[in-house]
């Protein structure tokens, strides 16, 4: 069994820094208020203190001659707890320390005694070590150090609560999450990066749920498109099963019919799968735009002949990109198509294609029925038709312009409409001449 690892919490984590941070903080500014003082005002000191004796001892040799310095060499070195030696010559006259040797831990003071009449003495004054000592600051701090760590657990425990709270919410709102629950938010609140933590779990949730809402109204769209040709379908043959119905040229006819529009839908939903998946399979080549819109117009010629509907192509010759041939032309004939549908007789369709700086647009206006303003922004939706009843008869499923859009964008260019009702509608896209790599 490996090793349980103990995970600290937020807040004993940050005690520990804090109390590290003031031990180290003790240590500097003990280690620095020792060097300054011995270095700056101790040395001041004792400069002043060494005058004073040297002062001293000369008023005590000139008034009581050397039979006073002996007393007041032992005060001095009581008051001061400092080493007095006086010597004549070289030899030892006084010591407040006889038999140790004459060292100083630091540099020792030298000065004369003289007085008219009297043998000159020389003194060597050594004063106590100015340094406080270390430790002896390190405990002068102890107390507010402690004081330092009490306020430190005050503030620790109150900034640990700002953060552990939110977390501990976004980590039960992520468990749930996880568990299903995609409706589950998080507040925004805590220090910074915390609050941005929890405004991207609130994206990223949104995101799912909204992904998880269009799974399931795929899915339930899905269904419904099916079912009014399967029910068709299963009419029909119940039907010629029971004898109810003959088998004759028209029955088959609608069998058919139904049979091709299910096969329709279930091409259109896999192209739609495959752009949602980004994975439309575009084999770019270079591709005269002009020529599509002419082969697509002959496509049509008989079609638009017979519901008295005039097609015409006005494009330069040579308008080229660089796009998959398949692709584009599936969107004009997209287009084309829808135009004829909605177009009466006596009515026109043009076709047009210009180059413009670095991308090709082209346009396929109708002169047919329009589109009426609320539904202007819906006709690119999956599954949508204006007039749902008619659309059925005329066989449409509502997938084509969401696939043309999605194989336009694939190309790197834009899709957009204009419509009056009445008057005609016009569809038209763009692609930039060269297909983004
Ligand atoms: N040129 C047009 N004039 C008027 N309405 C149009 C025109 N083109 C499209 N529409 C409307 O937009 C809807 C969506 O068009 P779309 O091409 O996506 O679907 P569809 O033609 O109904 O079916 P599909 O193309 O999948 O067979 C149509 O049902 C129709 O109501
Ligand atoms: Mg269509």
Known sequence: MSPRRIRLGIWPHLLLTAA???????????????????????????????????????????????AGLQGALSKLAKEYRARVIVYAGNAVVLDTAPGHPPTCNQKPFQFPLATPGMPVYQVLLCLPDPNLGFLAILRALLLPGVLGLLGALAAVLLVSRRIAVPLAGLARAAQRFGEGDLTIRVPVRGPGEIADVAAEFNRMAQGLEEGQRQRQAMVADVAHELRTPLTVLRGYVEALKDGMAEPDADTLGVIHEEAVHLQKLVD????????????LGLQPGPLDVTDILQSTAAGFHLQAEAKGVRIEVSAEPGVAV????????????????????????????????????????????????????????????????????????????????????????????????????????????????????
């Open 20 to 66: 590290v941070g003031i031990v180290i903080a003790m240590g500097v500014i003990g280690y620095g208020a020792n060097r300054a003082y011995s270095r700056t005002y101790a040395q001041r000191q004792a400069h002043s203190e060494a005058t004073n004796i040297a002062y001293l001892l000369n008023q005590v040799y000139t008034y009581e001659g050397s």
């Open 268 to 279: 259109d939903l896999q192209d739609l799968a495959q752009a949602d998946a980004a994975d």
């Open 322 to 437: 660089t796009a998959d041939r398949r692709r584009i032309a599936q969107v004009i004939h997209n287009l084309v198509a829808n135009a004829l549908r909605y177009t009466a007789d006596g009515g026109e369709i043009r076709l047009a294609a210009q180059a413009l700086r670095d991308i090709v647009r082209v346009d396929v206006t109708d002169t047919g029925v329009g589109i009426a303003a609320e539904h202007l922004p819906h006709v690119f939706d999956r599954f949508y038709r204006v007039d749902p009843s008619r659309a059925r008869e005329t066989g449409g499923s509502g997938l084509g312009l969401t696939i043309a859009r999605r194989i336009v964008e694939a190309h790197g260019g834009t899709m957009g409409v204009e419509s009056a009702v009445g008057r005609g509608t016009r569809f038209w896209f763009t692609l930039p001449r060269r297909a983004p790599t």
